[in-house]
């Protein structure tokens, strides 16, 4: 499919049309050259110490040496289940540089989903901080995983600070609850500080690697109702990586001295991923570390003693921020780039964040299965417009109808998208790469948009089911398999609803076959089996569900009755 390009006359100055995806042959080229380039400079901030380039260098080659001695197999699976800690950087530096891939993990998974991630994934290997560890002790039997890294608090700070980090996490903040991991010739138990120590005596051994090689397992929500692994390979993510430093240089090129970063997205993520560690680590950007954003008010405390250059965030953060009376008293002289992804950023906090810092947000949008970025707003662009921008170099946006074929210029079709930053497809599931995969090679999103005859454009609705909380993929499959599995419940279905604070929340509607049954009851088993942000925020019960012909619960309809309903309420008031 030949496409025109009018995006291309939109670009701002200095953004080239194209990126060579091949300039490094893989990620970890790409992390030497910038371990090497800035070696000198802080790369991380973190509770009132810093780290250099050259240490998470050191660290992260000690590690990677530890790795290789436990003779994993080739391109093993090593899982990484940390919040935002200095560690995370040690860890994926370690693992890519030892040659195997990176599984990211979100650290506060239900013991179901961690041990359907491990599983699927075929994780040889673990790198857990502490406070995750009673999770991990309620699966690793059931996972093929024979290698635990247990990583504390203070393990990368210095000698006479870490071991104090360390005994206040576990005994004043009383972080670590009581558990016990195997160490029993079938499981190695191994601390992150024995394995950086022995790996400084090991021997490294500098693979070999291609841009066609997996560099990292990245999970996300499917309409099957379990997550499956976006296949990323090294050079997806070296693509993504130069096509944002592309379109965001010629602005941060404007800040004298270092950047400085505000990493308050979870690494796990992979939009923090990319554009927080990896595009930070090439520009040389030090970054600050936020390993709870949603304690609001330790975050602005943490950002007082910086002068922060740039900001990624998604709407909820942003919103939070600017409903914070202490927050207008932060330094924004340097801030020049926010950029808000995940979910759609609204108008009023655009306006609020705007009027506050001066700096105006750039919303963009992208998916795990892109690494992710795919379209971003131009820098310059100073008032809201709701859209997401125009693709970025070396990136292919068609508008695509039921068949497969372009639609016509300013109608609504589904979002593909080629270029290389796409994924290889979804890990040992052929059919369901296929099924959203066209023979030339574009990715459907299942996200509706509009082009303007410019380029620019707008998501005006989401052909999947998936709801958007807070920047996460929820998909109402998953939701309705572990709720119909209550003894209580006859049949459930789970929908997006507005919410201000997260975009949307989760509404589940239960039909009962216990009566006693309260939402109490359903919102407690939601919460032993799921992730926060999949737990239901509202809950109603039904006689029955709307349902076509064939039995098919209809979501559609129960949308648009709360929508209507909604709309009534506001109306009302």
């Given amino acids: 499919m030949a496409l025109d390009k009018p995006w291309l006359k939109q670009y701002g100055t200095g953004v080239p049309a194209t990126i060579n995806p091949d300039t490094y042959p893989s990620l970890m080229e790409l992390l030497e050259d910038a371990f090497r380039t800035h070696a000198r400079k802080d790369m991380m901030a973190y509770m009132g110490s810093r780290w250099t380039f050259a240490e998470i260098d050191a660290q992260s080659k000690q590690l990677a040496a530890w790795l290789q001695a436990q003779r994993l197999s080739k391109g093993a699976r090593v899982a990484v289940m940390m919040p935002n800690v200095p560690h995370y950087a040690v860890a994926i530096a370690g693992i890519l540089r030892a040659g195997y891939v990176v599984v990211n993990v979100n650290p506060m998974y239900t013991p179901r989903e961690l041990e359907h991630q491990l599983n699927d994934a075929g994780a040889e290997a673990i790198i857990v901080l502490e406070y995750f560890g009673p999770t991990v002790q309620e699966v690793i039997d059931r996972t093929p995983v024979k290698h635990i890294v247990l990583a504390s608090l203070g393990d990368v700070f210095g000698a006479i600070k870490g071991p104090w980090m360390t005994y206040k996490s576990r005994n004043v903040d009383k972080h670590v609850i009581d558990f016990q991991l195997p160490d029993d010739g079938r499981r190695q138990l191994t601390p992150m500080k024995r394995a950086l120590t022995e790996g400084k005596r090991l021997s490294y051994t500098r693979p070999t690697l291609k841009g066609s090689d997996v560099a990292f397992l990245q999970y996300t929500g499917g309409t099957t109702g379990v997550s499956k692994g976006a296949t990323l390979t090294h050079r997806n993510l070296v693509a993504n990586i130069l096509q944002c430093e592309a379109w965001f240089k010629p602005e941060l090129d404007k800040v004298e001295g270092q950047g400085v970063n505000v990493v308050a997205l979870p690494l796990y993520h992979v939009f923090a991923l990319t554009v927080c560690y990896f595009l930070s680590a090439r520009m040389g950007t030090m970054n600050v570390m936020i390993d709870n954003a949603r304690n609001i008010g330790k975050m602005i405390e943490t950002l007082k003693k910086f002068k922060i250059t740039q900001f990624p965030a998604v709407n909820t953060l942003y919103n939070a921020l600017v409903e914070e009376p202490d927050f207008e008293q932060l ?201 926060g942000y999949k737990r239901p925020k509202h809950i109603e019960f039904r006689e029955d569900l709307p349902m076509s012909n064939v039995g098919k619960i209809l979501r559609k309809d129960l949308r648009d009755e709360e929508l209507a309903a909604m709309a009534r309420k506001k109306k009302a008031a």
């Avoid at 705007?354 to 795990?368: H, M």
């Fill in 331 to 531: 330094d924004f002289s340097r801030l020049k780039v926010c950029n808000g992804g995940g979910m759609a950023v609204q108008q009023a906090t655009a306006e609020a964040w705007q009027r506050i810092t001066g700096v105006p947000i750039v919303e963009g949008y992208g998916l795990s299965e892109t690494s992710p970025v795919v379209t971003v707003n131009r820098l310059d662009n100073r008032s809201y417009n709701g859209a997401i921008g125009y693709p970025l170099p070396s990136t292919e946006v068609a508008l695509l109808d039921e068949q497969g074929q372009p639609v016509a210029q300013g109608e609504a079709g589904e979002i593909a998208v080629r270029g290389p930053q796409v994924m290889a497809g979804y890990w040992n599931r052929p059919e369901e790469t296929a099924k959203v995969m066209t023979p030339d090679g574009f990715f459907r999103t299942g996200d509706i948009g509009v082009m303007a005859e410019d380029g620019l454009i707008k998501i005006v609705d989401r052909k999947k089911d998936m709801i958007l909380v807070s920047g996460f993929n929820v998909y109402p499959n998953e939701i309705e398999q572990v709720v119909n599995m209550h003894p209580g419940v006859t049949e459930c279905c789970a929908i997006g609803v507005p919410d201000e604070r997260s975009g949307e929340a989760v509404k589940l509607f239960v039909v009962r076959k216990d009566y006693s049954l309260t939402e109490d009851d359903v919102a407690a088993y939601c919460k032993e089996q799921l992730t």
